[in-house]
C-alpha cells in the first residue's frame, strides 16, 4: 500500500510510537551533540499536517545493540539539565529561524 503526500514539507517527518502504541507525527527540527551524545529536537504535527506552537521535544538517540546497525531508539530524558542544555544549544542555533517563548 502506497502512501502519497503532498508539498515538500513532510520531507522530515519522523513517526513515533508512544506509550500507547499509538502513532505520532513530528517534525524533525534538529540534530544536537552534547557530551558524546546525540540528540534529536522534534516538533508534534498536529492531525491536519499543521505544526503545533506547542512545545518542541527533545530525545536521546540510542543505537540498539542488535545485529541491525541501522536501527536507533528515541529514549526520553529524564534529567532537567540535560534538556536544559540540548535546548539552549538549539535555541542559539536558530535564534533568527524560530520566535521562542520562556
Known amino acids: 500500500m502506497e502512501e502519497n503526500f503532498e508539498g ?7 513517526i513515533l510510537n508512544d506509550e500507547a502504541g499509538n502513532e505520532v ?3 524533525f527540527l534538529d540534530l544536537v551533540e552534547l557530551d558524546d551524545e546525540e540528540y534529536v529536537v522534534l516538533l508534534p504535527v498536529t492531525e491536519e499536517g499543521e ?3 506547542g512545545e ?12 541491525n546497525a541501522d536501527e536507533e531508539s528515541y529514549v526520553s530524558i529524564e ?3 540535560i534538556l536544559n542544555k ?3 544549544i538549539f535555541k ?3 535564534k533568527d529561524d524560530f520566535d521562542f517563548v520562556d
Not at 515538500?8 to 519522523?14: A, C, K, P, S
Not at 521535544?57 to 545485529?67: A, P, S, T
Open 25 to 27: 507525527k513530528f517534525e
Open 79 to 81: 534529567d532537567e539539565e
Open 92 to 94: 542559539e542555533k536558530f
Open 8 to 14: 515538500e514539507e513532510l520531507d522530515n517527518i519522523v
Open 51 to 53: 505544526e503545533d506552537e
Open 86 to 88: 540540548v535546548f539552549e
Open 56 to 67: 518542541v521535544v527533545i530525545l536521546k538517540i540510542e543505537d540498539n545493540d542488535d545485529d
